[in-house]
């Protein structure tokens, strides 16, 4: 079974500063896809980016991109610019991409969150 | 763009009530898939559905049941209601017959917040 582990239960910033969040996994597979999820005061989650395991390249969307270290099985997230919307809890996920056969292909495991606050 | 439907926003039962939650994929989306968020935790997995066939199944009680239609929709049904089912219940979907990575993404509803009583 895979395993997610954020082991900042919070973190802030100020506006317009940088901050990066850990994320570390295990498993035993191959190919998968990591993710970061926000979650607002809303309780809406809302996917932030995503990055493929047989791609070196780090994913990069807008003020996000990661960090991705496949033989550490470490995936952070760094947001510049820090925004004060950018306040939320934010999840790392793991997936096993289905395909596969087997079973638990396509659910997501989630970390325990890390809570930012933006502060003006 | 279209987003994921749940219905309903909000639910308040009794303890040994049934409920019913309803979910209406992003349209064309072929997958869906039901979580369960505690307070203060993360979402855990209950159950999926590919083309209105079981995908996978999750920690989700013999208590619940859900299945998704010719339409897509799913619903997801809790009988004998626990106080520990209150919590916030997301609705995903995805479109799996996409090619290319974006087939992975996982789309989440607004969830239906149960609270029993």
């Known amino acids: 079974a895979q395993t997610v582990t954020q082991s900042q239960p919070e973190m802030s910033v100020q506006e317009a500063e940088t901050v990066t969040l850990s994320c570390t996994y295990d498993t035993s597979e191959n190919n998968y896809y990591l993710f970061w999820y926000k979650q607002p005061p809303s309780r809406q989650m809302i996917l932030v980016i995503r990055?493929?395991?047989?791609k070196q390249q780090n994913a990069t969307e807008n003020r996000f991109s990661v960090n991705f270290q496949k033989a550490a099985k470490s995936f952070s997230l760094k947001i510049s610019d820090s925004q004060l919307g950018d306040t939320a809890m934010y999840f790392c996920a793991f997936m096993k991409p289905w395909g596969g056969g087997g079973t638990s292909y396509g659910k997501l495991t989630f970390g325990q969150g890390t809570i930012l606050t933006v502060h003006p | 763009a279209a987003g994921v439907i749940q219905s309903p926003r909000h639910l308040i039962k009794e303890k040994r009530e049934t409920a019913t939650l309803k979910c209406y994929p992003i349209p064309r989306h072929d997958t869906v898939y039901w979580y369960q968020q505690g307070p203060g935790q993360d979402p855990q997995f209950l159950i999926s559905f590919y083309e209105k066939m079981q995908s996978d199944k999750g920690s989700i009680p013999d208590r619940f049941s859900a299945q998704q239609f010719s339409d897509y929709h799913s619903e997801l049904n809790m009988s004998s209601l626990e106080l520990g089912d209150s919590a916030l219940y997301f609705c995903a979907s995805s479109l799996r017959g996409l090619a290319g990575d974006k087939a992975h993404e996982q789309y989440f509803g607004p969830g239906t917040r149960l609270t029993v009583t």
């Open positions: 990055q493929e395991a047989y």
